[in-house]
């Protein structure tokens, strides 16, 4: 029986009956996609216990998926206690005929690699840790240390790597392979895409992304719209524990801030972002952001930062460098009072965002789970 051990660096819930469950993808469909070159998946993922099923989830486990649970720490300190019972839990996660898919960077990814450090695996690379942990991305006296051993391990993972996986070219040019595949774990239904949107209903600024860290730039955000020459209001979906601090930055400087907190699934957040009249990420470091996508999708205009992936998705006119607040007002501004500008960059957004619609990013995975089975049968058949 073939089988395929994949790491992902989130967080599931398990109820007493062993189901496991959580609130945005990856879910069972995602898994369940890669039965088509395998008889069966195990996931090594971050597992906690909760006495029963919570609103508005999806299930993560069912047939021919299976799940390896490790602690469900959180942050760098977690990790470090958790790691003699992390170390145990992986105690015959992956077979010696296993093909092991490495998803990160990650503290998991990293360590099932230290264990297994000559079995044959491939990698799928989702963001860049060089700029994840560049200074006032995140807030750990571990920052600087960070930096540095997940960029080495990243690019150890990806030299030994058959075949490899990223969600944009700067990072698959930081952290070459072998092999090189461009996707993202994103799938846009038909009902996701929006029409093209000729002028601003009103003045409401959307931006999705959670804030236990200041990574998103949330604070950038709310700094440019209190600089704006004529208020407007501004909604952000999700949640972390900068909540307090972010809520009394918006009073302080009189930006009217709602915080829509953590919705349940892409369905609910795109229902949310539709009802704005402007999309802006103003983060700090990116892979390639799905939320940003699928504010295009909607017909949404978008603005973000110059970071990561995201100028492969944006035109300069609609760029802005990291922690640019005049910048960003400025933007912010001259696409809420222009409706030619606005309109240009609904139609644009849309269009760019059919480049990643539901079948076609599915086409570009299961190329790449072809590849990296192919390649397994290959490094098997010379061992035979």
């Not at 996931?43 to 999806?58: F, G, H, N, S």
């Not at 990814?109 to 700029?131: I, M, N, Q």
């Amino acid at each position: 029986m073939s089988r395929l051990v994949i790491t992902v660096d989130q967080r599931y819930w398990r109820t007493p009956d062993g189901a496991l469950w959580t609130r945005m993808p990856p879910a069972y469909s995602f898994f369940a996609g890669h039965l088509a070159e395998w008889d069966q998946v195990r996931v090594i993922a971050r597992v906690i216990d909760i006495p029963e099923v919570l609103p508005d989830v999806l299930r993560a486990d069912g047939p021919g998926v299976e799940f390896v649970a490790v602690p469900g720490y959180a942050g760098p300190v977690g990790f470090l206690r958790s790691l003699p019972q992390l170390m145990a839990s992986l105690r015959g996660a992956v077979g010696a005929d296993d093909t092991l898919l490495l998803r990160g960077p990650s503290n998991l990814a990293s360590v099932v690699k230290l264990l297994f450090p000559t079995h044959d695996s491939a990698v799928e690379v989702l963001g860049d840790p060089w700029d994840l942990y560049a200074p006032g991305a995140v807030r750990t006296p571990l920052r600087a240390l960070y930096r540095q051993w997940f960029t080495r391990q990243l690019r150890w993972q990806c030299a030994q790597a058959r075949v490899a996986g990223y969600v944009s070219q700067a990072v698959a040019e930081r952290y070459p392979a072998e092999e090189i595949f461009r996707l993202l774990d994103i799938d846009l239904p038909p009902e996701a895409f929006g029409d093209p949107r000729s002028a601003p209903r009103g003045r409401h600024v959307v931006s999705v992304g959670g804030f236990d860290h200041p990574v998103k730039g949330h604070d950038v955000l709310i700094r440019a719209m209190a600089q704006l020459a004529t208020p407007a209001a501004l909604t952000i979906v999700g949640a972390g524990g900068m909540r307090a601090e972010l809520a009394a930055l918006a009073k302080t400087l009189g930006v009217r801030l709602r915080m829509a907190g953590e919705l349940a699934g892409a369905a609910a957040v795109r229902q949310e972002v539709a009802q704005a009249d402007l999309f802006v990420l103003a983060s700090r470091s990116e892979g390639m952001p799905r939320a940003l996508i699928e504010a295009m999708a909607c017909g949404v205009p978008a603005l973000a930062t110059r970071v990561g992936g995201i100028p492969e998705l944006l035109p300069d006119a609609q760029l802005v460098e990291r922690e640019d607040v005049a910048g960003l007002a400025a933007r912010i501004e001259n696409t809420l009072n222009d409706s030619a500008r606005y309109a240009e960059c609904s139609q644009r957004g849309i269009r760019t965002a059919l480049r990643y619609a539901g079948a076609v990013e599915r086409a570009r995975r299961q190329e790449f789970l072809a590849a990296i089975r192919g390649s397994a049968k290959e490094v098997a058949h010379a061992h035979g």
